[in-house]
């Protein structure tokens, strides 16, 4: 697993080589992080990538419910890029100023809040933010990479 600093314009991951993109776009309701996380389950039974689902379905459940309690924006997007070693999940809302950060007081970290930049530095083998937009940024979009166990970097 890489640390990864959150910067204002950090670069997301290429896509996988030989890979498929699929995507969704849900409202921004309450069970959004329930169909991101079918939708993902989904392609990863497909895709043959099982062992990563566990891992998968934390990560896209706290993006999705962060962009759907922090945002305003009407729909989340969810992009699964997919190859045969890992997987790249992108979850984009149109609120480029709302970036995830870590707790910092403890009754922060006793209300939980926070807590999903921790589930991301433990779990994916690297996440970050991308702000789109140059000057006027429109959107971004929050990623993850989770690697089969046996796949080399």
Known sequence: MTPTTLTPTPVPPPPPQGGETYRLA???????????REFLGTL????????????AHLCVTELVTNAHRHTRTHLIGVTVTVNRRRI???VTDDMPWSLPVPNTTPAEHELGCGQGVFLLESVAETWGATIYGGLSPSHKAVWFTLARPHAAV
């Open 44 to 55: 990863l039974r497909v895709s043959r990538h099982d062992a990563l689902t566990d891992d």
């Open 88 to 90: 790249t999940v992108y």
């Open 26 to 36: 849900v409202p921004n309701t309450a069970s959004a992080p329930k169909i991101a």
